[in-house]
């Protein structure tokens, strides 16, 4: 799946390192949390001599906190001679939100790494690892794992696997093709923890989840194109009492409306709206959807966020009876 060259250009930058630096994306997923922390863990196994670290922008959200090393995510980021970057699951700069403050470490200043499976990517790093085929950056690393003899122990595999379920949706996604199963059947016999996993991910929420989810729904419009679309302020937020993480998941449910082109969740967040966008069809490309906001992702799901804030606009319309 991926050219060994590009793997030995990868090990060959993580050897000369004197920290190893792993970002993820802002407000970050399962497939995020799984893969920056699955991949510390293999960094730490076989690169010694180098301090790991991972950072995100957002603490990982309490769902994921049953993974080995999630604990470790810091926030504050200062770069330092030495640093190797290895960016996982993100497309592009602007989606670590380092960009802002850091833009010096997308420049070429610092050796980087970007391993990832979104086709919008933007090979902003000095070695890239893409694989738009991927179900997700977790299926990735086991590929890389297994192409240079990593070995791969029960906490690494339950973060691998972690990432492989989220983005699959629990394994019924379009995405999840017969790779998937291989990776799946590779990753439990390495001893991934699949019952906690579907334990923690799938049948636990919390009651400020359930109430923010059922805002989602309440508030479901359709449009005239065929669109399923619902929005979220941030007064929809405090009054729940939810973290922005706790959406996660909830467009799942808009996009089951039958009949459907595509779904839309709008949510507000410090000064910005974060559009998610789904489609069941093949016939529709969400990514280029998002791509008019200057965002992206996949051809049935991706995501942007504008500065702005949300305003509501009610129209209604009044029919006259037909005279007798």
């Known amino acids: 799946m991926i050219e060994r060259n590009l793997i030995q250009q990868a090990v060959d930058t993580f050897a000369k390192a004197k920290r190893l630096r792993c970002v993820c994306h802002r407000n970050p997923d399962g497939d995020a949390i799984g893969s920056i922390t699955a991949m510390a863990q293999l960094l730490e196994l076989n690169f010694p001599n180098a301090t790991v670290e991972l950072f995100c922008v957002d603490p990982a959200p309490p769902t994921f906190g049953f993974l080995p090393l999630a ?114 059947a590779r990753l439990l016999k390495a001893g991934a923890r699949q019952q906690m996993i579907v334990q923690q991910v ?74 998610s966008l789904r489609t069941l069809r093949d016939d529709v490309d969400v990514s280029k959807m998002a791509g008019a906001f200057q965002g992206g992702g996949h051809k049935k799901a991706a995501g942007f966020a504008v500065s702005g804030k949300l305003v509501p606009e009610v129209r209604w319309k009044v029919q006259q009876d037909q005279a007798n």
């Not at 399923?228 to 729940?240: H, K, P, V």
């Not at 779904?263 to 709206?273: I, Q, T, W």
């Open 71 to 184: 604990h470790r995510i810091k926030q504050e980021l200062k770069p330092e001679e030495g640093d190797v970057f290895i960016y996982l699951d993100s497309a592009e700069p602007k989606l670590t939100e380092y960009h802002e403050t850091l833009p010096q470490i997308f420049g070429g200043t610092w050796p980087s790494v970007c391993i990832d499976h979104h086709p919008t990517n933007s090979r902003f790093a000095t070695v890239n690892i893409i694989v738009p085929e991927a179900s997700s950056t977790c299926e990735i690393l086991v590929d890389i794992a297994d192409t240079l003899g990593w070995s791969l122990n029960p906490d690494i595999a339950t973060c691998l696997l972690t990432g492989v379920y989220t983005d699959t949706g629990g394994l019924v996604h379009s995405n999840t093709t017969s790779r998937v199963y291989r990776t799946v």
């Open 202 to 275: 799938f049948r636990s929420a919390k009651i400020s989840t359930l109430r923010l989810w059922g805002r989602v729904l309440e508030k479901i419009s359709i449009t005239p194109e065929g669109g399923a679309i619902s929005a979220l302020t941030e007064g929809d937020f405090r009054a729940t009492g939810a973290d922005y993480s706790e959406l996660t998941g909830a467009i799942d449910y808009v996009n089951a409306v039958p009949g459907m082109k595509f779904s839309l969740v709008l949510a507000e967040r410090a000064g910005k709206v974060k559009g």
